[in-house]
């Protein structure tokens, strides 16, 4: 093999492959990138954790073609010191030989045998946003439980209930967000029961899909990801399992005996930030009081004190009080980007739901569950006489 390529046309691909590539002892197979040159002036970048598969195809002059394999990540640290120019890349016996002017490099190389091929995508593509696709993400991530949780860490994207919609959804074991979403294109990808993607896949989907249109498509229960003039791609597994059915605690928003609370989310956020430092390891809640037009919160943290703020509300409701760790509703506030925040409070005991009546959020819920406490700590009007 030998081939000439300019740095700035290969640095990206050999960046998002190395990114895959193991750095630790193993496979020595998961530790390489994979070179392939053929007589079309093109360079195929591939790699794969085993899992995860990459393909990026750039131009590059090809005087020999052949395929090699190189260690992922030493090659592309040597590559982006190396000044914008071009690099003369070719095989020497048992090496991989970089030249760029006067400078002049040998890699280890493995053997082609070790090659393993790759997954094909199916022929009938669909394109889709890139942008919806990464709101999905953004909107759902922290919801969805980790790894070794069964059943739970999961990103499910299927049809919803609402004609032409469709919607997507994590779950973990207090937490629950779903976000609506149009597009026609999809639903013959998706079929009846939707597709779930494992929340380890959803990290580096995110860091490789732009705002652009991308194309997607399922073949062999895998999901492909390709740019719009497909000549990157990124694959990943489909998940095999049952997700749990999340219509049952739906159900208990909408009630009129619910209590729904209407507050201006960035002085919620401010608020909850000021009590977040008096919480410790552990005391990390905040204990709110209602009135009509006023929520009292406060919060206290042994060794470092208490707080109490008032913010004004619109407030309907027979609910008394209720406790909510801190961090978590500052999280679930920063995923809305709505004005004003409405919270409706099914009891102390259950889920609660965060949503907005404005256009800018109106497909985006989050159901959180509140923190039973078994001591009356709230805050008072007596305790401060």
């Known amino acids: 093999m030998k081939i000439v390529v300019e740095k700035k046309d290969i640095l990206t691909g050999i960046q998002k492959a190395s990114s895959l590539t193991s750095s630790k002892t ?3 197979y998961l530790k390489a990138i994979w070179l392939e040159a053929k007589d079309d002036d093109r360079l195929k ?14 131009p590059a002059k090809v005087e020999n073609p052949g395929l090699v394999g190189v260690l992922g990540k030493h090659f592309f640290e040597l590559l982006k010191r190396l000044p914008e120019d071009s690099i003369v890349l070719y095989l020497e016996k048992e090496s991989l030989i970089l030249e760029q002017g006067r400078r002049k490099y040998k890699l280890s190389v493995y053997d082609p045998s070790w090659f393993q091929e790759f997954s094909s995508p199916p022929e009938n593509l669909i394109l889709w946003s890139g942008s919806i696709l990464k709101t999905i993400i953004n909107k759902t991530f922290f919801t969805i439980a980790d790894e070794e949780e069964e059943n739970l860490n999961y990103l499910k994207i299927s049809s919803s209930p609402e004609q032409g919609y469709y919607e997507a959804c994590g779950l ?7 976000i609506k979403f149009q597009d026609e294109e999809i639903s013959s990808l998706l079929g009846k029961e939707g597709i779930l993607i494992a929340k380890a896949y959803l990290s580096e989907i995110k860091k490789w899909i732009k705002e652009e249109d991308i194309y997607i498509g399922i073949n062999n229960n895998r999901l492909f990801l390709l740019n719009k003039e497909k000549t990157e791609r990124l694959s990943v597994p489909l998940s095999i399992g049952s997700f749990p059915n999340y219509n049952s605690f739906l159900s208990k928003f909408g ?7 209407k507050v201006n989310r960035k002085e919620f956020i401010e608020c909850l930030q000021r009590l977040l430092i008096f919480n410790t390891e552990t005391q990390r809640c905040s204990y709110f009081t209602f009135k009509e037009n006023e929520v009292t919160i406060y919060t206290h943290g042994y060794d470092v ?8 509300i619109e ?15 500052i999280e679930i506030l920063n995923h809305f980007d709505s004005d004003t925040i409405c919270v409706e409070l099914t009891s102390e005991q259950e889920p609660a739901k965060f949503y907005t009546e404005d256009e800018i959020d109106k497909n985006y819920i989050v159901i959180t569950t509140p923190v039973e406490v078994s001591e009356e700590v709230y805050y008072t009007e007596e305790e401060t006489e």
Do not use: C, W
């Open 26 to 28: 193993g496979t020595s």
């Open 255 to 261: 009630a009129e005996d619910n209590s729904v609370m």
């Open 45 to 58: 970048i591939m790699s794969t954790d085993s899992k995860l598969e990459f393909i990026g195809i750039y």
């Open 172 to 178: 973990n074991n207090h937490q629950f967000a779903m």
């Open 315 to 329: 407030f309907r409701g027979n609910l008394k009080k209720i406790v909510f760790p801190t961090k978590d509703l």
């Open 305 to 312: 004190g208490e707080a109490i703020e008032q913010l004004n």
